[in-house]
């Protein structure tokens, strides 16, 4: 790793000067998929222009930000992903992205360029293709095979709910006949603290979700394809109820959506729309953002990064099993 890009992260730990190492930027709401479970499904009103992207992007570049991950809606299905893609490549910025894989076949010359391809799998063909739509299923592994073939490292994100609960040994041995890993994460009640979407149809209650990670955690031990470090699993034994790990959101973490407003963290309150980097410039909005925790981090990527960030050794061990 660059000795900058420590330095940064140092300073940032100290509490002496926040840098925005990590971005997580979501390209636009537009999906080729209606998910039951998701918030994103069409663009927002004013979403960015290529040219106002590449201005904010540059900006994140000179603050220091050495990793981004492309996120949505559906990343691929934006007109300028692959001009993005590249920007970020020819300036030494490793990208990552989530997608839900339907257009990596298409987009392959794209993909080649990213570090990670993170692809959505809710389940084995039935239980996927009935949150996702019909097909589904089969693009998804069209795409994790495709990308792989390119060379690219997949990773599999499962949302783990009712309505995949049961199948978790099941989607192991897809993903370990595709040569991949998947990580499981609990499914919320909505991607977005502050909005009023209902989404406990899908959201397992605290008894079945412990039963169900339990699972996950043998798995891992087995040895199986299970992607989630150890400090995520321990921290999932909680869901849903309060649990603080240490938080570097604002510090060298934040998230940019379409409209190019600016975010500490992107699963908490959304309804203050003023911290815009096209109208305050990227290292003016960078250093507005706030810093606080909060006590309802269920993704387990974010998880992991911030018991990290903490130096939570403890958290990073195998737990006493259940």
Not at 4 to 23: D, E, F, N
Not at 180 to 188: A, E, G, S, Y
């Amino acid at each position: 790793m660059d000795s900058s890009i420590v330095t940064k992260g140092a300073m940032a730990w100290l509490g002496i000067r926040p840098s925005p190492i990590s971005l997580a930027y979501e390209l636009s709401w537009l999906c080729n998929l209606e998910c039951a479970y998701c918030d994103r499904h069409t663009p927002m009103a004013n979403e960015m222009k290529r040219d106002q992207i590449l201005k904010a992007l540059g900006e994140f570049v000179e603050l220091g930000t050495s990793s981004v991950s492309l996120d949505g809606g559906e990343p691929l299905a934006h007109p300028n992903v692959t001009e993005i893609v590249q920007f970020l490549v020819e300036r030494e910025v490793e990208v990552s992205m989530h997608t839900n894989g339907i257009l990596v076949p298409r987009k392959i010359e794209t993909i080649r360029k990213l570090k990670k391809v993170k692809i959505s799998l809710d389940g084995p063909k039935e239980a996927h293709d009935s949150m996702r739509g019909a097909g589904s299923f089969d693009s998804a592994i069209a795409g994790a095979r495709a990308a792989t073939q390119a060379g690219v490292r997949v990773e599999f994100t499962c949302s783990v709910g009712r309505h995949n609960a049961d199948a978790i040994e099941q989607l192991l041995d897809i993903v370990e006949g595709l040569g991949c890993r998947i990580l499981f994460q609990p499914v919320r009640n909505s991607l977005f603290v502050y909005t009023q979407r209902d989404g406990k149809a899908w959201e397992l209650e605290h008894q079945r979700s412990l039963a169900t990670f339990a699972r996950v955690e043998a798995a891992k031990r087995s040895g199986r394809a299970v992607a989630n470090q150890w400090s995520s699993l321990r921290h999932f034994r909680n869901f849903p109820y309060e649990a603080r790990p240490p938080c570097a959101a604002g510090w060298i973490l934040c998230t940019m959506d379409p409209e190019g407003v600016l975010f500490h963290c992107g699963e908490r309150d959304r309804s203050d729309r003023s911290n815009n980097v096209t109208r305050m410039g990227v290292a003016g909005a960078f250093a507005n953002l706030t810093k606080s925790a909060c006590g309802q981090c269920w993704c387990a990527r974010s998880v992991e990064e911030n018991y990290t960030w903490g130096l939570r050794f403890d958290k990073m061990l195998p737990p006493l099993r259940h």
